[in-house]
């Protein structure tokens, strides 16, 4: 099958998470970060092979929540899936993707997801138990651990992402002409 | 110390205790008491808590910020009014400071206002006036489609240079073309920017979620949307369009619409079902180039019989108009023709004034201009020229009728003139030389016949000799005078053409006598 697929998947979490500098170094973009404060998004994309299907991934970095602002639903519109992004050094960041999700959840339904954790090199900082992701873990969350500083992760991230909503929105003809 | 007398009693009764406790402070507190009593004075002394504060200051309204909007809800009154009273001093100040910023976007607001409408002047202009825009319309007519869709097909001032058709729900592209060589590359990310910005605005500004964002403009670049329920169309211009161009993207959109109604439906990131699209993202790529021209001959033909015989009509009009006005132009110039009016109306001609009877005949010189006489009406009031040619003409007619008045009479069976008939050969001659002046001055060629007569008593040969002999009397007498040959002739008309009728002796005596005719010819008239 050569026709490149187009999803649409979006990044949230809390200010400060490192959302912007996770996906830096892995998308390739246009426009700068600039956006994201005036505009509260932006976008830039991604090509990812899923088995033998191109995949190009519109990644639509939102702007970071924080007690002021919440993340603009209206821009989940349309998205074939989203990471919440957490900081595993700083625990609040968890709590806030959690209602993140919830409101996600009430926006666009159920939807694949995956929790990333970041920050992985910094373990002596850690402040996030491992029970508690088990947890999250066993109630059907996908969850990786990344650094964006190693890199550490983040292909197996979007890998992670686009299997998942490859398996729930199939194309409509997978036989194809082949 | 204290100076009231009861104070003094009681410091009196108490005064080693004060001193006693003076110095067990002194012993315990010593440095303290010391430290209290400089901090006192700091507190104390304004000059050195000022001094104090302006060091912290800057440092605790910078922690005040960064706590809450405390301070400046509490400095806005403060600022408010510092600023009226600096206004008040000297408004100079504060508008020497604004000046550069004012100026600046106020020039640029001008600016601006004043290229639109500048160009929306150039458009109204060139779109009423222009030959083009007759073009136009007569191509609208001739293809039965609306002028503003000829307009919008003609016109060059814009140019399409990108289309982009995305779905509405993600934001993903579905089709994308541009202008050859000036596309982007990351049609995607634009698409999706695009729509993020979409959202982002009726997010922000909108208090009604139907309302969608439908032009944005950066300098001359402008981006045009129209928004499907699945799909957005959207466009990039360079230039001015013209109005007519949202209808066209809104049309393509909806054809798209309904030809892809299931693939928009349950699209999912597969954008190849939409390759069938382009073509209706071409229909909107306008504006780079006038479509090739498909002209019919028989069209130039009925064209040109057209314009033919609009031409000939005109020619037609325009002899007319100059055959009338040459005529009037003639009439005018004639002397002893004064034309008050003229009319022409439908092929009818009208003509009035004054006319001298001695001029030409208005309806002679129709017919020479080439005007039918009976088409024309000629009123004219008769009057005297006061013209000097009517004037000779008028002494040429009265010299003559006074010649022809003119009668030699002789005896009975005498040709012989008698002196009282030489008196009237002098008069004859007088007029004969008077009416030659005047007529050398007109032009006229002048004759003057002699014709002798006898009464009809006595033989009819004898009285025709005798009328020729009158004549010839006359004549020589005439010739003596000076008069030229060429300008008299003599004839006898005998007895036959008496000048009355009877027998009487009144009848028979003017009978015996010679009459003078004048023939004359205007000059270059053939004789």
Known sequence: ?178 | MASKPADLKRDSEFDHRPDELAELRALLLGQQIVELQELHKRLDDPNVRAAELSQVLAKAVALSLKRDRELQRSFYPIVEQALQISVARNPRLLATSLAPIIGESVRKAVANAFRSMAENINIMLERSLSFESMKWRFEALRTGKSYGEIALLRSLRYKVQQVFLIHRETGLVLQHISVQGEGVSEAELVSGMLTAIQDFVRDSFTSQHSQDLETMQAGEFLIWVHHGPQALLAGTILGTPPPELRNVFARENELIHQEFAAALASFNGDASAFDAARPHLQNCLLGQTGRPKKQSWWLVGALAFVVLALVAFGALLHRRNSRWEQYLTRLSNQPGIVVTGAERSWGHYWVWGMRDPLSPDPLQLAAESGIPAASLEARFMPYQSLDEHFQRERDFAAEKRRLEQQMVLFPVNSSVLTPDQSIRIDNIEESLNKMQETADKLGHQTKVVLSGRADHTGAETKNTALSEQRAQHVYDALRERGIPSDMISAVGLGDSEPIRHGSAAYQLEVNRSVTLKVQSQAQGERQ
């Open chain 1, 1 to 178: 099958m050569s026709q490149v697929v187009q999803k649409k998947i979006c990044m949230l979490g809390s200010f400060g998470v490192g959302k912007t500098s996770l996906v830096a170094r892995f998308v390739q973009g246009i426009f700068s970060a600039k956006y994201l404060s005036t505009v509260g998004v932006k976008i830039d994309k991604k090509e990812i092979k899923v088995g033998d299907q191109d995949v190009l991934l519109m990644v639509w970095d939102l702007a970071g929540e924080d007690s002021r602002s919440q993340v603009q639903t209206s821009y989940l519109r349309g998205a074939s899936g989203y990471f919440l992004i957490c900081d595993g050094t700083w625990a609040e960041t968890l709590v806030t993707a959690k209602s993140i999700h919830k409101r996600a959840l009430e926006a666009v339904g159920d939807i694949p997801f995956v929790l990333v954790v970041n920050k992985s090199d910094l373990w002596d900082k850690w402040q996030i138990s491992a029970p508690e992701l088990e947890k999250l873990e066993s109630e059907g969350w996908k969850i990786k651990l990344t650094s964006a500083k190693s890199g550490e992760g983040v292909e197996e991230m979007f890998t992670m992402l686009i299997e998942e909503v490859m398996r729930q929105q199939p194309l409509s003809n997978p036989a194809g002409e082949f």
